[in-house]
């Protein structure tokens, strides 16, 4: 996967747009940071994962998901997208978009959906 996917992904999301974080690009619902990509291009900063799922995401498949220790205490883990399938982070990019759009958004969505 690329950012690009990633975007191509979130954009079809109501309340998503693009955006930069710590001078990467971002994309962002209603101002507050979805998911950007990291410095080195090709990882992801995944906000919304829980450190126990994170864990087990690490675990289980470590040449997708990994953190540093700059991660360690927050519920954010990091995923390689060189390495990412799709049916892998959707799912949490999702999970993460729902708890940062507004509940109109979310209701539509899933109306339509």
Do not use: C, N
């Not at 450190?51 to 990091?78: G, N």
Request: hydrophobic share 35%; aromatic share 8%; charged share 35%.
């Amino acid at each position: 996967m690329t950012f690009d996917d990633i975007r191509h992904i979130a954009l079809a999301w109501p309340e998503v747009e693009d955006g930069t974080s710590y001078g990467t690009p971002a994309l962002k619902v209603r101002k507050k940071m979805l998911v950007r990509l990291k410095e080195d291009g090709d990882s992801l900063v995944m906000p919304g994962v829980p450190p126990d799922e994170r864990d087990m995401l690490v675990e289980s498949q470590p040449k997708t998901f990994y953190f540093t220790d700059h991660y360690r205490d927050y519920p954010t883990v990091l995923i390689r997208l060189s390495k990412a399938k799709r049916a892998t982070v959707e799912p949490l990019l999702r999970r993460h978009w729902r708890t940062l759009a507004s509940k109109k958004a979310v209701r539509d969505y899933d109306a339509i959906g």
